[in-house]
């Protein structure tokens, strides 16, 4: 890793003091916990996610999948089609849309956040291939992929021991006291937008440009609101399968885009909440958000449209990461209008394929 980074502050010993909590989040942009979530389910929920992940070819075939160790032949990422059939496996686990809702981790958010809270119903894993480096999450501020409330609260936590090496979160401390969303352009990694961290220090002088993160051990976990600019550290390692949770909490009453009222990654390929719960045990948790009041408002677009028309601009000029999104584009959705736009500038170059 060529970056330098600091350990984060561990806050263990103010889970209990609601005031203090809010004074950190408010000061520093981010809340670390070691081992505040419960091993053994957490181990269950591992053992859960592996076999889907090893039915569907991206771990060892001959392996534990408890190991992780990955399959590279079968490398894919968020955003690609083939992706999604493996990780909708993943989303119709009970197991994997009840954690949030542990006592644990509801407590430490309503106190964090001052009030009653639910976790957001578009729960995400994030599942990394080792060695696809220019695929890693690059630095943003969740707000532009999740909108909604500037008050919304990511929880990120590894499923298993996430080494720095495995590529853990790492967060600018402070970086959400700018109070705006940032400008993001256009990114090959996870989300397709990244802040230009040069170009920001520039306006934003006060920002610390030091990276805090630390080597995650199960059960560790990391809150932060909407406008701390964070990242993920690429997955270094021969092998192993980065595997984490990446789920979000709101005030009851305050207002939810709508995109994260359904599975995720469904603007990719259809997956609705019958057929996540075709399989569950029980009905406790089934549209639990429901029964609670909040605000639904519609989903703002002009985001991804700008790092998509900064996608097709570089695409003309030959650049090889411009044109990959191109393809993933008409890979993903080829009726749709981006697809459409994708194919007219792919010819325009002489690299349709």
Same mark, same amino acid.
């Given at each position: 890793m060529t970056e330098t980074w600091q350990e984060f502050r561990v806050s263990n010993e103010?889970? @209990?003091? &609601?005031? %203090?909590l809010r004074r950190r989040l408010d000061a520093e942009g981010y809340l670390f916990f070691r081992k505040l979530q419960n091993r053994d389910k957490l181990l269950a929920l591992r053992r859960d996610m592996t076999r889907a992940l090893h039915a569907g070819g991206w771990l060892a075939a001959d392996s534990d999948p408890m190991l992780g160790i990955a399959d590279v032949t079968h490398r894919c990422t968020e955003g690609d089609l083939d992706y999604n059939k493996v990780y909708f496996q993943v989303q119709r686990l009970e197991s +994997? =849309?009840?954690?949030?809702? %542990? #006592? %644990?981790?509801?407590?430490?958010?309503?106190?964090? @956040?001052?009030?009653? &809270?639910?976790? !957001?119903?578009?729960?995400?894993?994030?599942?990394?291939?080792?060695? +696809?480096?220019? =695929?890693?999450?690059?630095?943003?501020? /969740? +707000?532009? =992929?999740?909108?909604?409330? @500037? /008050?919304?609260?990511?929880?990120?936590?590894? *499923?298993?021991?996430? #080494?720095?090496?495995?590529?853990?979160?790492? *967060?600018?401390?402070?970086?959400?006291?700018?109070?705006?969303?940032?400008?993001?352009? +256009?990114?090959?990694? &996870?989300?397709?937008?990244?802040?230009?961290?040069?170009?920001?220090?520039?306006e934003h002088p006060e920002l610390d440009t030091t990276w805090l993160s630390t080597n995650f051990e199960l059960g560790d976990t990391l809150f932060? #609101? &909407? !406008?701390?600019? =964070?990242?993920?550290? #690429?997955?270094?390692?021969?092998?192993? @399968?980065r595997i984490s949770l990446d789920n979000r909490y709101q005030r009851v009453g305050d207002r939810i885009a709508e995109h994260m009222l359904v599975p995720h990654m469904t603007d990719i390929s259809p997956l609705s909440w019958e057929e996540v719960y075709k399989d569950w045990k029980s009905d406790e948790l089934k549209y639990y958000w429901t029964k609670v009041k909040f605000q639904k408002i519609p989903r703002y677009w002009g985001y991804a449209r700008k790092g998509f028309e900064e996608a097709m601009e570089l695409a003309r000029q030959n650049d090889k990461c411009g044109i990959l999104a191109m393809r993933r584009t008409i890979r993903s959705n080829p009726s749709s209008e981006d697809a459409k736009a994708a194919r007219s500038v792919l010819q325009e170059i002489g690299a349709l394929e």
């Amino acid at each position: 890793m060529t970056e330098t980074w600091q350990e984060f502050r561990v806050s263990n010993e103010a889970l @209990m003091d &609601a005031e %203090e909590l809010r004074r950190r989040l408010d000061a520093e942009g981010y809340l670390f916990f070691r081992k505040l979530q419960n091993r053994d389910k957490l181990l269950a929920l591992r053992r859960d996610m592996t076999r889907a992940l090893h039915a569907g070819g991206w771990l060892a075939a001959d392996s534990d999948p408890m190991l992780g160790i990955a399959d590279v032949t079968h490398r894919c990422t968020e955003g690609d089609l083939d992706y999604n059939k493996v990780y909708f496996q993943v989303q119709r686990l009970e197991s +994997f =849309h009840s954690l949030p809702h %542990e #006592p %644990e981790l509801m407590g430490a958010a309503e106190r964090i @956040m001052g009030g009653k &809270a639910i976790p !957001l119903p578009g729960k995400k894993a994030r599942i990394w291939f080792p060695k +696809f480096k220019e =695929h890693t999450t690059p630095l943003h501020q /969740d +707000f532009v =992929h999740y909108q909604g409330s @500037m /008050d919304t609260l990511t929880c990120w936590s590894p *499923v298993g021991d996430c #080494p720095i090496e495995l590529g853990p979160l790492a *967060v600018l401390p402070g970086s959400h006291k700018v109070k705006k969303v940032l400008p993001h352009h +256009f990114s090959l990694g &996870a989300g397709g937008l990244i802040i230009d961290l040069k170009e920001q220090t520039q306006e934003h002088p006060e920002l610390d440009t030091t990276w805090l993160s630390t080597n995650f051990e199960l059960g560790d976990t990391l809150f932060f #609101p &909407a !406008l701390t600019v =964070h990242k993920a550290l #690429p997955n270094v390692t021969e092998d192993r @399968m980065r595997i984490s949770l990446d789920n979000r909490y709101q005030r009851v009453g305050d207002r939810i885009a709508e995109h994260m009222l359904v599975p995720h990654m469904t603007d990719i390929s259809p997956l609705s909440w019958e057929e996540v719960y075709k399989d569950w045990k029980s009905d406790e948790l089934k549209y639990y958000w429901t029964k609670v009041k909040f605000q639904k408002i519609p989903r703002y677009w002009g985001y991804a449209r700008k790092g998509f028309e900064e996608a097709m601009e570089l695409a003309r000029q030959n650049d090889k990461c411009g044109i990959l999104a191109m393809r993933r584009t008409i890979r993903s959705n080829p009726s749709s209008e981006d697809a459409k736009a994708a194919r007219s500038v792919l010819q325009e170059i002489g690299a349709l394929e």
